[in-house]
């Protein structure tokens, strides 16, 4: 019977050790501070081994159209059937394109990417006015450890950030280390590790804490988790737990 009161108190103590704080909890608590700070976000650049989708238009869709892949039907609205039939950045950076035949793209944005394509179709005399279109199909990140969806996560805009990352995975659990998410990017052959505290605006403005090609973000779990091995996820469960033991444990001194 000892035995079991002890495992109460123990369990008990844990509890209150564990509990969580609003200030451990919360997201972005001092984001009025910030609101009025200067945005500069790097968008992505293009990398070898890419899949870009380019699409030329003009208001004659016939005269654009040999500068242009054939159409597939079945490649219609999934980024994984359109990486078959977009262009591959080789080694070098180049794209080949139908008539414009080689265009170095590796290191630019897919905005100036645009522009170029859109400024030799114009030079060269091919078109008079044409619009370019042009996405990177296979950026994606891997986000790991304490969200609700880990796992490897394709994007297709641009630039996303770290929230909309989180928001990707189904957010956090309850268990998450919210003041030390690492955020781990290779970089011109080096690792870079960051590490951010959600519960403060501060990092926001940061253009280095945007979502980029094959980031990965580590999300922390909290000493409850890692000492529980996994199997108490959070207070409420280990609350749960005590009250049973103290009812198993009131119901035999009954007796």
Request: proline share 4%; aromatic share 6%.
């Given at each position: 019977m000892?035995?079991?009161?002890?495992?109460?108190?123990?369990?008990?103590?844990?509890?209150l050790?564990?509990?969580?704080?609003?200030?451990?909890?919360?997201?972005?608590?001092?984001?009025d501070?910030y609101?009025?700070?200067?945005?500069?976000?790097?968008?992505?650049?293009?990398?070898?081994?890419?899949?870009?989708?380019?699409?030329?238009?003009?208001?004659?869709?016939?005269?654009a159209?040999?500068?242009?892949?054939p159409?597939s039907?079945s490649?219609?609205?999934?980024?994984?059937?359109?990486?078959l039939?977009?262009?591959?950045?080789t080694?070098?950076?180049?794209?080949?394109?139908?008539?414009?035949?080689?265009v170095?793209?590796?290191?630019?944005?897919?905005?100036?990417?645009?522009?170029?394509?859109?400024?030799?179709?114009?030079?060269?005399?091919?078109?008079?006015n044409?619009?370019?279109?042009?996405?990177?199909?296979?950026?994606k990140?891997?986000?790991?450890?304490?969200?609700?969806?880990?796992?490897?996560?394709p994007?297709?805009?641009?630039?996303?950030?770290?929230?909309?990352?989180?928001?990707?995975?189904?957010?956090?659990?309850?268990?998450?280390?919210?003041?030390?998410?690492?955020?781990?990017?290779?970089?011109?052959?080096?690792?870079?590790?960051?590490?951010?505290?959600?519960t403060?605006?501060?990092?926001?403005?940061?253009p280095?804490y945007?979502?980029?090609?094959n980031?990965?973000?580590?999300?922390?779990?909290?000493?409850?988790?890692?000492?529980?091995?996994?199997?108490?996820?959070?207070?409420?469960?280990?609350?749960?737990?005590?009250?049973?033991?103290?009812?198993?444990f009131?119901?035999?001194?009954?007796?």
């Open positions: 000892k035995k079991i009161l002890l495992t109460i108190v123990i369990l008990f103590l844990l509890m050790q564990s509990c969580t704080t609003k200030k451990q909890m919360l997201y972005l608590q001092d984001l501070k609101s009025n700070s200067t945005l500069n976000y790097a968008a992505t650049k293009i990398q070898p081994n890419d899949i870009l989708k380019i699409d030329i238009s003009d208001l004659n869709p016939l005269v159209a040999p500068f242009n892949l159409v039907t490649a219609n609205g999934s980024v994984d059937l359109m990486k039939s977009g262009y591959l950045v080694p070098q950076g180049n794209v080949t394109l139908p008539i414009l035949n080689e170095s793209v590796a290191g630019m944005t897919p905005t100036m990417t645009e522009k170029k394509i859109k400024e030799r179709l114009i030079n060269e005399g091919y078109l008079v044409p619009t370019v279109f042009v996405r990177v199909l296979n950026n990140f891997t986000i790991l450890g304490e969200v609700n969806s880990p796992g490897v996560i994007f297709t805009e641009e630039s996303i950030s770290l929230l909309d990352a989180i928001g990707l995975a189904r957010d956090l659990t309850y268990s998450a280390i919210r003041k030390d998410v690492k955020l781990i990017r290779e970089l011109n052959g080096k690792r870079l590790v960051y590490h951010i505290d959600l403060t605006a501060s990092w926001m403005s940061n280095d945007r979502i980029r090609q980031d990965v973000i580590v999300v922390t779990p909290n000493k409850l988790k890692v000492n529980s091995g996994g199997l108490i996820k959070d207070p409420i469960q280990l609350l749960g737990i005590t009250a049973s033991l103290l009812s198993l009131l119901l035999f001194k009954l007796q």
